[in-house]
């Protein structure tokens, strides 16, 4: 890994993480686009993992007094299943398939919400979450959007919202590692960031969160729902131009 590319991967851990800790989703968004650029897929997930484990597990403690944990109970459940079947299948995206999908995933937020009715706060519901979005998680690197629409009903305030999401990404993300990093480190582990690039990113994607959290602090509920939607959007636009000039190119 170049110099140049190990510095771009510390500094996007302290914005996306800033993102994240804003908005909930548009960091791990961004930051599995960013590693894809740097690195095999392979390692792009394993590093996308390790470092949104860590912005969304400091998130979580941050805002612990705010996570509905029954959620993540049967999200963490549900999260186990999906990562052992996807773990069977084997499956790892081309660079181009792995850009589309980054690009699709977005648009999950404008489905009409008359068509959605989708409660996290329900049992069955937190459980199938954990299914399909872990599931999406391990085939796409992201699923932030999908999370959202179990969220979009419920009556949770922005930060139980950001908190929730955070703690049972945990899970999701463990997922990854484990699903992704066995057979790498298993292999040659060719293709990871060197051990200082993570030494430096975890403190900072840490002290990102807890900026992303400040800011938080200052969106009402509305702006909140509001300006989520349109930065992700914005992003998913900018990687299906990403795929197009892969498959094309």
Not at 134 to 149: Q, Y
Not at 152 to 177: N, S, Y
Request: overall charge positive; hydrophobic content about 60%; aromatic content about 10%.
């Amino acid at each position: 890994m170049t110099l140049p590319a190990a510095l771009f991967v510390v500094c996007m851990a302290f914005v996306t993480a800033m993102l994240s800790g804003v908005f909930g989703m548009a960091g791990g968004l961004v930051l599995m686009g960013a590693l894809a650029l740097v690195l095999p897929v392979q390692a792009a997930f394993v590093t996308h993992g390790i470092l949104q484990l860590v912005a969304n597990g400091w998130r979580a403690i941050l805002q612990r007094k705010h996570v509905r944990w029954e959620i993540v109970g049967w999200y963490a459940l549900a999260s186990l299943i999906a990562g052992g079947v996807v773990a069977l299948l084997s499956f790892t995206p081309s660079k181009p398939l792995l850009f589309l999908m980054l690009g699709l995933v977005p648009f999950l937020t404008w489905l009409p919400q008359k068509w959605i009715n989708l409660d996290a706060g329900k049992p069955f519901q937190a459980f199938l979450s954990g299914l399909t979005v872990t599931g999406l998680n391990l085939t796409a690197g992201v699923a932030g959007p999908l999370l959202d629409i179990f969220f979009v009903r419920t009556e949770l305030t922005r930060h139980a919202i950001v908190a929730t999401k955070a703690a049972t990404q945990v899970f999701a993300h463990t997922a990854k590692i484990l699903v992704y990093g066995a057979p790498l480190v298993a292999g040659t582990g060719v293709g990871l960031p060197p051990l200082w690039v993570f030494a430096l990113a975890i403190p900072l994607s840490m002290a990102g969160t807890a900026v992303g959290g400040a800011i938080l602090n200052r969106l009402s509920d509305v702006d909140f729902k509001r300006w989520t939607r349109w930065i992700i959007t914005a992003i998913g636009i900018s990687y299906l131009v990403q795929a197009a000039q892969l498959m094309l190119g």
